[in-house]
């Protein structure tokens, strides 16, 4: 296990590169399993996700080489139908496996998936979608595993309780070889979907959107290999555009996506942040001047994401005035408003009032833990000071190292591995920016 040591306050300035889409990546992997030619992709993040998802389509007869930002994933001798629980069990979307394995042979054998600790965030939406086609599943408690089965997977039309984007995917990839037509209802619409398909359709898969959170994949016999490049990484430019505001720093970013970011980009104009589009894949945030409370409401594209939720609260924390950050999509995705309290944050959890909350938020009521708070109220600017801080899910790891950048001192991060499930070299390219950050050993000596 590692940690950060971080020595504030940074003004952060310079130039970055965007890299390669995790939500994309990961479910492209996955695809490689639909068909037995090579498969090669493009802009793959060097993260600590993707290693572990190559690893499990390894346990699944495939073998990869990942240099740079190149995988090329080739047919083993041998397959399974698998997936050990070591393995699975560190990555959610490893549960998307089921679609292509029930397909292709009639049988998977998956654990119950991990990943992050940001809500319950159950597959049942995708076991009953599979059940449709077909598909006999049980989970066996007394081992760990979901059982799969079938003769055929068969098309179906299916209309999804709540929006799901990781659940709309696995129903693509399960619906791509299926016999017939398979029609998806209330689909997520979120850019990396529509890139997954284009990769999909490179390799012969007949899939197009047929209306509003609606989409129609004929089944077909098979599917060839390809060469694709992954769209670049949404979640890591806001994350970086934070970050220049923030610290009232200027950072140019490359391979920018910020026509998919109207949400972010119209809340930070609001805020009184800088942006300055320099050419069609180059974007400019810098700190202009004092920054104003501004309060959003996460929600599915192309609404303001849920993942942009806690780099925007750190924001916040800096911005005159009370704002608040209403969540709506997951069930507890504030674990890291106690940690920016030890730095100085004033933050209070707050209860929106919601007429029929089953309806209105994204994720299952009954799986919400008692004594959890959908929205925090934030009063700023607060000036940040140092802490030790633990980082419990991905997005709340990049806020705290974002925190201990801007915030006075020498703060420690621990658990930083969640940084590393989604962000490239995450610590170089901030010190590449001015931030003085050092990776040490938990139990080195400081």
Known sequence: MEKFIVDGPTRLKGDVTIAGAKNVALKAIVASLLTDEEVILENVPQIRDVHVMLEVVEHLGKHSVFEKSRVVIRKNSSCACTVPLEVGARLRTSSMVLGPLLTRYGKAIIPNPGGCRIGARPIDRHIEGLKKMGASITYDSTDGYFHAQTK???????????????????????????????????????????????????????????????????????????????????NEEVTFAIAAVASLGDITIHNSQRHYLTAFLNALTKAGGGYEEIDRTTTRYFYKDHLHAVDVVTAPYPGFMTDWQAPWALLMTQAKGESVVHETVFENRFTYVEELKK???????????????????????????????????????????????????????????????????????????????????VEKRFTALGAHIVRVKEDAVS
């Not at 940040?384 to 950048?405: E, P, Q």
């Open 343 to 425: 730095m100085g944050a004033h933050i209070a959890y707050v209860d929106p009032e919601v007429k029929n909350p089953k309806t209105f938020y994204n994720f299952n009521w009954k799986d919400r833990p008692f004594g959890t708070h959908q929205a925090i109220r934030i009063m700023g600017p607060t000036n940040l000071h140092n802490a030790v801080v633990t980082i419990n899910d991905l997005r709340a790891g990049a806020t705290l190292l974002l925190a201990t950048i801007i915030g006075s001192g020498k703060s420690y991060l621990y658990g930083i591995e969640q940084i590393d499930r989604g962000y490239e070299h």
């Open 152 to 234: 055929k997977l068969e098309g179906a039309e299916i209309t999804f309780e709540k929006n799901t984007h990781t659940g709309t995917e696995t129903l693509l990839l399960a619906g791509i070889l299926a016999q017939g037509k398979t029609i998806l209802r209330n689909v997520a619409e979120e850019v990396e979907v529509d890139d997954l398909i284009r990769f999909l359709q490179h390799m012969g898969a007949n899939i197009k959107r047929s209306g509003v959170r609606e989409m129609i994949i004929e089944g077909i016999p098979k599917l060839h290999g390809a060469t694709y490049t992954i769209m670049p990484d949404r």
